[in-house]
């Protein structure tokens, strides 16, 4: 408890609190492992941070598998966390929002220019009349009904954290394993 060693991922990682826990994988640097495969799941912490429990080792002959009880930690501010990891803020639904949104309006527009009504006065007398709207406008209230997309479910932006394939990370092993 307390060793602490590096891996090389071999994969690029991308978290957010949108998405489930992903693989990690990672090769041994250093240390009493050093060139085994080095297993975990990554999420992303609160404070946006790139998260990685290790809970497995694989031998270079893929023939003997070790348990683990390691987090990734950042040696320069002593806290868990992959180093090097950028965050940015992504609009995942923005496409489809707009998209949903333009259609809904040209739907609405559509279907008030259908039952608008004009109020003629004459004296004391009023009229009101209707007009049959040209077949294009009909078609296109039909358009864009039929083309909407269903209601978006998780509108607005979310916090994406990514590092590349080699980025290295250091391995404190949190608890002996049996």
């Not at 358009?143 to 954290?161: D, H, I, N, R, S």
């Amino acid at each position: 408890m307390g060793d602490r060693f590096t891996v090389k991922l071999m994969t690029p990682l991308a978290v957010s609190p949108a998405w489930q826990s992903l693989p990690a994988v990672a090769q041994a640097e250093d240390g009493p492992i050093a060139g085994w495969q080095v297993m975990g799941s990554a999420t992303q912490g609160q404070d946006g941070s790139l998260q990685i429990t290790w809970t497995q080792a694989l031998s270079p002959d893929r023939k003997t598998t070790i348990g683990l009880h390691g987090i990734a930690y950042d040696p320069k501010i002593g806290k868990p966390g992959v180093p090097g990891a950028t965050s940015s803020v992504m609009a995942p639904q923005a496409a489809r929002t707009a998209l949903a949104g333009a259609l809904g309006a040209v739907s609405q527009y559509v279907q008030d220019q259908i039952q608008a009504q004009q109020t003629q006065v004459s004296g004391l007398t009023a009229t009101l009349t209707s007009q049959v709207p040209p077949f294009w406008q009909v078609l296109a209230q039909q358009l864009a009904t039929g083309f909407q997309p269903a209601p978006v479910q998780t509108g607005g932006t979310t916090l994406v954290t990514r590092v590349p394939a080699g980025t290295p990370v250091v391995v404190f092993i949190t608890a002996a394993s049996l």
